[in-house]
């Protein structure tokens, strides 16, 4: 069904405007592409256009109690513009992720130019030890590290008291975005080593030996050489950083009923759409602002890429 | 395997400290929970939480977390893997054959269409979640475990990833000369191009399968029938319960910990040993 309806959209045999290709003399059909992609761009049809044209439409509509539901235009993204409870909730995204992204990268780039550099034994052992983390579901080690911070079993509150440290609290709403800060550092930064270190493992040896002969240090090297030289992965892992931190949503979420009085039902945006829809109640106005919360996504990412972009060209 | 190093660099002091130091960081919560995965409630909360009490009881809270409510855990961890499994298996699948459709045929609207691909990697899964429970209450699927094996087939890295690696591994002399040996398209497929790929795919399929293993938001909001719920959401039941106890209830505290510490072992395991796969097909992925 969906085979016929992807090639109906090009109602000549596709590859006489492919060019001078020889694929084109290969023994199976023309249209052979088009069933090879079929299952995957259905799939995605449905499940990722799908939803965000669903969503585009509610975003449009307003029901109430009294006269069912009308058609508003813009008035739920106008909402949603002027909803503190949401730009409370996202400022504190922000400034969470000014301190924490660039904290994990430049921690694991750290660890895996040490790595590279070889002055560490047995590194290979400590690249699988740190990525052990990754293996572990976020709510796990939330819940985990909560037993850590929670003020009742904790070993670090013994400590802290047996040294004299009173109200010690790592949920206190002063230092809870620490707090998951932390699990987000503890759960990537193996994971990032790993993709760091693949990528500097792919530097060519003879790209640096003129600088080594020069006498060069290690650290000049590092900085001059090898760093610039894996910028796309450095990219790369920005964004993807970036894209998770506005997603923010497990470790408050499972943190929350240890600490509700530091993690409100609005901690984060996405938080804050989790509990709108929960209560049912305002599915039109959660559409309007998952489509602001994703096109800010895209926004970011792209002046991530515009900034990247400048540095280099000047 | 030779280290990016300049000529002989000797070990240092201060690395090797600071590698030891992080792996003990690392270690710190996992050695907790074991620690406490041996201790019963009252102990939990009387003795030193870095060390074990004097009457461990291991076996016994690990029986605890597999009896309790009718053994509904281990139906928790069977949803868990079997949502993960077929999640990835789909994803792997329906990337594979698209890919590889990107890297070795022409074909009408090839660049929009891998444009509009690479597009969606940056859509926040989150902010899709909400937009999916809407979908997938409108298409009837709520509470099956169709509502988080569907949506979680599409891979977009998945695609991409798999393009990239075909067409940096899988020559086309190799599939001209299956073609001339009289292969058909779907034997070229399935065992010329998936062996050389094999990498590849394994690494897409580790990142499905965490990626349904990890997600919480989309279950949370799809599956509110205790008995399909993955072992995530299974234990942050529990830890609610064992903080706001209602009058009558056990106290869980116990099940919690011993649980979650069941509930990371068959992936720790599984990463241990496939991340020889994973670090090959992340080369290609980051190095591009």
Do not use: C
């Amino acid at each position: 069904m969906t085979t016929s309806a992807t090639v109906d959209t090009s109602p000549r045999p596709s590859a006489r405007d492919a060019g001078p290709d020889r694929r084109r003399k290969r023994r199976a059909g023309w249209w052979l592409p088009y069933v090879l992609i079929a299952p995957f761009f259905t799939a995605f049809l449905v499940f990722t256009v799908g939803p965000l044209l669903l969503a585009l439409y509610n975003s449009f509509f307003r029901t109430r109690l009294i006269g069912g539901t009308s058609f508003v235009w813009f008035q739920n993204y106008a909402d949603v513009f002027t909803d503190e409870k949401f730009w409370e909730g996202f400022l504190r995204i922000l400034g969470y992720g000014a301190i924490f992204t660039p904290l994990t990268i430049a921690l694991s780039l750290f660890l895996a130019l040490v790595v590279d550099a070889g002055v560490v034994r047995r590194s290979g052992f400590y690249r699988m030890l740190y990525f052990v983390p990754y293996a572990i579901p976020a709510v796990v080690a939330t819940l985990m590290w909560g037993f850590l911070y929670g003020p009742t079993i904790s070993p670090l509150t013994d400590i802290a008291s047996a040294i004299g440290l009173r109200g010690f609290n790592l949920l206190d709403s002063s230092v809870v975005l620490f707090s998951i800060g932390n699990i987000g550092i503890w759960t990537f930064t193996g994971y990032n080593i790993l993709v760091f270190y693949a990528a500097l493992r792919s530097i060519p040896h003879e790209v640096y030996e003129a600088a080594v002969l020069d006498g060069a240090n290690r650290w000049r090297i590092g900085w001059s050489i090898k760093i610039p030289l894996i910028k796309p992965v450095l990219t790369m892992v920005a964004i993807f950083s970036i894209i998770g931190t506005v997603q923010l949503f497990t470790e408050p979420m499972v943190l929350q009923p240890l600490a509700p009085r530091s993690l409100p039902a609005n901690y984060t945006p996405n938080m804050y759409a989790y509990s709108l829809t929960a209560t049912g109640q305002q599915l039109n106005y959660v559409s309007a602002l998952s489509f602001v919360l994703g096109a800010i996504v895209v926004v970011l990412s792209v002046i991530y890429l515009r900034i990247t972009n400048r540095r280099e060209a000047d | 395997m030779r280290p990016n190093t300049l000529g002989g660099a000797r070990p240092s002091v201060l690395a090797t400290v600071m590698f030891i130091g992080f792996a003990l960081y690392v270690l710190m919560p996992i050695y907790w929970l074991i620690v406490n995965a041996t201790k019963s409630t009252p102990d939990l909360f009387a003795t030193f939480g870095f060390w074990f009490s004097d009457t461990p009881q291991l076996i016994d809270n690990i029986r605890d977390v597999l009896t309790h409510d009718d053994g509904i855990f281990l139906r928790w961890m069977g949803n868990t893997v079997w949502y993960s499994t077929a999640s990835a298996a789909g994803a792997t699948v329906l990337a594979f054959i698209a890919g590889y459709a990107f890297a070795k045929w022409q074909f009408r609207f090839k660049d929009a269409l891998f444009w509009t691909v690479l597009a969606a990697i940056m859509i926040p899964g989150a902010a899709l979640a909400v937009p999916t429970f809407q979908l997938l209450s409108s298409l009837d699927l709520i509470n099956t475990p169709w509502a988080i094996i569907l949506p979680s087939v599409v891979s977009p890295f998945g695609l991409y990833l798999l393009r990239i690696y075909i067409d940096s591994s899988v020559p086309d002399e190799i599939i001209d000369a299956a073609r001339i040996d009289g292969a058909g398209e779907g034997r070229i497929l399935g065992s010329v191009v998936a062996r050389i790929a094999s990498p590849g795919l394994a690494t897409v399929f580790l990142l499905s399968f965490v990626g349904t293993w990890n997600n919480y938001l989309l279950p949370l909001l799809v599956l509110t029938e205790t008995r399909l719920q993955p072992v995530t959401l299974g234990l942050t039941n529990w830890n609610r319960q064992s903080l706001f106890p209602t009058t009558g209830s056990e106290v869980l505290y116990s099940l919690v910990v011993t649980g979650s510490l069941l509930s990371i072992i068959p992936l720790v395991i599984a990463f241990v040993f496939m991340q020889r796969y994973l670090r090959s097909g992340l080369t290609i992925g980051a190095v591009r």
